[in-house]
């Protein structure tokens, strides 16, 4: 019979599997069903409507932003488009529900396989490229993609955006915030899960080892180009999922929403999470989304209360300035960001009273 453990006094692994498991003790399993249990049973019934609101924004944009750690923290390939293929994905989803009829359950994987070609195809530079100019050419990639959003209107009805029907599963209609958040949360423990055992696999460990050393890599005889071509592919399949989650449960979509500005966001989320993290692309989309919503109440208040139209187009880019300072304390005081602080955390817990 196994003998439980919940406070180890350190690492005693005798085999690789003992040492790649999830949880160290079963007070982390112990954890993580408290944890479901309070998502799924509780949080749904003790919110209102707007907080219920942004927490389904959370559970959406989480999963883009593990696709987009996936890619940048285990990978090392910079990108500047991930934005661009979260509305691809909320694009195909559309256009998949609206003229071709089918249902939710096709629809949304349906739109992150799309989204995950469009991927590999701006994932094409990285068998030359690397680093900055990577990066400008995957932003070269986000404003093609912006500019196909509004003028293929044949496809996609240019800025007047797409209206699309109600989604149902088995008969159930996910018009309610309350039942789409369970939709979206059961997706998002899926898509979780997924990432974590791909970091496990051996998919996994040549990501990490073209990240550290792609030379190196190359040398212990891993396919660099392919490799990159999947990491692009898994990422933008991750973004468009989310996408297609966002359009059905926003009903209407337009172009405007997956500019720059949202790859920028994507980008804070995993910097201020912390790079090469599964729980840090958690903890950072929390930490972005709602500072997003409190600087948005703050600008608007200050906006309304401001004398003169120059103080309103001073007040106008708060957003952006605390965006761009949070980054850069970040980046200064805490590089690993908050998954490291909340490693710190759980250690100190662990061993506990010897922590200090």
Same mark, same amino acid.
């Given at each position: 019979m196994r003998k439980l453990q919940f406070h180890p006094c350190g690492n005693f692994n005798e085999t690789y599997e003992r040492e790649l498991t999830i949880f160290e003790t079963d007070f982390g399993r112990l954890s993580m069903l408290?944890?479901?249990?309070?998502?799924?049973?509780?949080?749904?019934?003790? &919110?209102?409507?707007?907080?219920?609101?942004?927490?389904?924004?959370?559970?959406?944009?989480?999963?883009?932003?593990?696709?987009?750690?996936?890619?940048?923290?285990?990978?090392?390939?910079? %990108?500047?488009?991930?934005?661009a293929f979260f509305g691809v994905g909320a694009y195909a989803a559309a256009i998949l529900a609206t003229k071709a009829s089918c249902p939710f359950l096709i629809a949304v994987p349906a739109a992150g396989l799309i989204t995950a070609l469009v991927g590999m195809i701006f994932g094409l530079p990285s068998a030359r490229l690397k680093h900055l100019y990577l990066c400008i050419a995957t932003l070269a990639g986000q404003f093609i993609i912006e500019y196909v959003l509004v003028q293929w209107e044949?496809?996609?009805?240019?800025?007047?955006?797409?209206?699309?029907? &109600?989604? +149902?599963?088995?008969?159930?209609?996910?018009?309610?915030?309350?039942?789409?958040f369970y939709v979206i949360f059961i997706c998002f423990a899926v898509m979780t899960w997924m990432a974590v055992n791909?970091?496990? +696999?051996?998919?996994?460990?040549?990501?990490?080892?073209i990240r550290d050393n792609d030379q190196a890599a190359e040398g212990m005889g891993i396919p660099i180009f392919p490799y990159k071509l999947l990491s692009f592919a898994i990422s933008s399949f991750y973004a468009g999922f989310a996408g297609a989650l966002f359009a059905y449960y926003m009903i209407s979509i337009t172009p405007e929403p997956f500019n720059l500005w949202l790859s920028i966001e994507y980008i804070a989320m995993i910097i201020i999470g912390g790079l090469g993290s599964i729980p840090g692309s958690v903890f950072g989309t929390i930490f972005i989304v709602t500072l997003s919503e409190i600087l948005?109440?703050? +600008?608007?208040?200050?906006?309304?209360? %401001?004398?003169?139209?120059?103080?309103?187009? &001073?007040?106008?880019?708060?957003?952006?300035?605390?965006?761009?300072?949070?980054?850069?304390?970040?980046?200064?005081?805490?590089?690993?960001?908050?998954?490291?602080?909340?490693?710190?955390?759980?250690?100190?817990?662990?061993?506990?009273?010897?922590?200090?």
């Open positions: 408290i944890g479901l249990f309070l998502l799924f049973a509780v949080i749904p019934f003790i &919110t209102n409507e707007y907080i219920l609101y942004i927490i389904n924004i959370i559970g959406i944009y989480a999963i883009a932003a593990i696709g987009l750690n996936l890619l940048i923290g285990y990978t090392g390939q910079i %990108s500047l488009g991930h934005g044949s496809l996609t009805e240019g800025a007047e955006g797409i209206s699309i029907p &109600t989604a +149902t599963i088995f008969g159930i209609d996910l018009g309610n915030d309350r039942v789409f791909l970091i496990r +696999t051996r998919y996994g460990r040549a990501f990490i080892a948005s109440h703050i +600008t608007e208040y200050l906006m309304n209360i %401001s004398p003169s139209m120059s103080g309103a187009i &001073t007040i106008a880019p708060l957003r952006e300035f605390v965006f761009g300072l949070a980054i850069i304390l970040f980046i200064i005081f805490e590089p690993k960001g908050l998954a490291e602080v909340w490693r710190i955390v759980r250690s100190s817990f662990r061993l506990w009273p010897f922590s200090y």
